[in-house]
């Protein structure tokens, strides 16, 4: 009700929604020309198991250097992406990109045959019928064996239209690759749902391993979700360990695989590259 608020209210609204819709459109644009001139690079975060504290795999996580913002965070420009159909294009050049890399690493260290490669997609791409070809078509282009990618799927994304997205999931499963629930435990979805999920691991997000207290509701909620990964027969994965008391809860939970700054930053190619190099010799 801007106009009620009188002239002056009316004009600072107005004003305001101006820049918003001018600053969009500026992203937008940007963002066109990153996706038709491929600016845009591949971190890779290790996982790690908890036990042994070997790293099992890396997922890959994008990255845009604005030429005059300099780094945008994918949370701000994936959703921009999503709304405006770039996510396809950009979704099939990072798994492109990732199972290259994946192919390149498993051809320079051979005997780490089992290193694994995940990429998150988004719910656009999971609601394509075409994903599942597009999958097969960069696995067989790379000679990436099927099992060595996990595909992340976020909660949220799933309960939008779970009957498609169950549908999907198979179909990506019966190609060998596997499946990730990204950001679990912020997306609500129902327990029936779950039990029939075609999934292989469980990510446990971020917000509740950094508010960990021994025995707060936080903590509870960790240990529950590695309680429910155990029932379900999937995997839990830790997002987010910052600090060796929550990688010793982790551990002493029974939570198998964790990421987080306190085992590694996410890194770039030549670092990612460089950290493999030094533990294989
Ligand atoms: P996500 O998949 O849940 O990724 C985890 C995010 O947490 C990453 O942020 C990672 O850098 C960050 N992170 C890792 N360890 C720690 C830690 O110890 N502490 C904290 N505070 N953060 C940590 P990033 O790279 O900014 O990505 C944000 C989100 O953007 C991702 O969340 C994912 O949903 C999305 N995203 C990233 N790359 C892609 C992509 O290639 N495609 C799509 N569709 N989405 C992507
Ligand atoms: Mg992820
Ligand atoms: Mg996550
Ligand atoms: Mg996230």
């Given at each position: ?11 600072i ?19 066109r ?41 994918p949370?701000?420009?994936i ?107 912020t ?23 950094s508010?960990m ?20 027969g ?14 010793n ?12 700054y ?20």
């Amino acid at each position: 009700r801007a106009k009620a608020a009188g002239r002056g209210g009316y004009a600072i609204f107005d004003g305001d929604m101006h820049v918003q819709a001018m600053k969009r459109m500026q992203l937008e644009h940007d963002l066109r020309v990153a996706v038709a001139q491929q600016v845009f690079a591949l971190h890779y975060q290790p996982i790690v198991d908890l036990k042994t504290q070997q790293i099992t795999g890396f997922e890959a996580l994008i990255r845009w250097d604005h030429p005059t913002r300099g780094f945008i965070s994918p949370d701000e420009f994936i959703p921009v992406a999503e709304e405006t159909g770039m996510i396809a294009p950009i979704s099939r050049w990072v798994l492109q990109t990732a199972c290259e890399q994946a192919a390149q690493w498993r051809s320079q260290w051979p005997h780490r045959h089992h290193l694994r490669m995940s990429i998150n997609l988004s719910g656009y791409d999971l609601r394509q019928a075409t994903l599942v070809e597009t999958v097969q078509h960069v696995l067989t282009q790379t000679q990436l064996p099927a099992h060595i990618l996990t595909l992340e799927i976020t909660e949220s994304m799933l309960i939008e239209d779970i009957e498609t997205a169950i549908e999907r999931l198979l179909q990506l499963q019966e190609l060998g690759v596997r499946i990730s629930i990204d950001d679990f435990g912020t997306g609500y979805s129902s327990l029936s749902y779950l039990y029939n999920l075609p999934a292989n691991y469980l990510k446990i997000d971020k917000s509740f391993v950094s508010q960990m207290q021994l025995g707060n509701t936080n903590y509870k909620i960790v240990e529950a979700v590695v309680t429910l990964s155990d029932q379900l027969g999937l995997a839990a994965i830790a997002e987010g360990i910052e600090t060796p008391q929550q990688l010793n809860w982790l551990e002493a939970l029974g939570c198998e695989l964790g990421q987080g700054y306190l085992l590694s930053r996410p890194l770039s190619t030549e670092a990612a590259t460089a950290l493999l190099s030094a533990q294989s010799t």
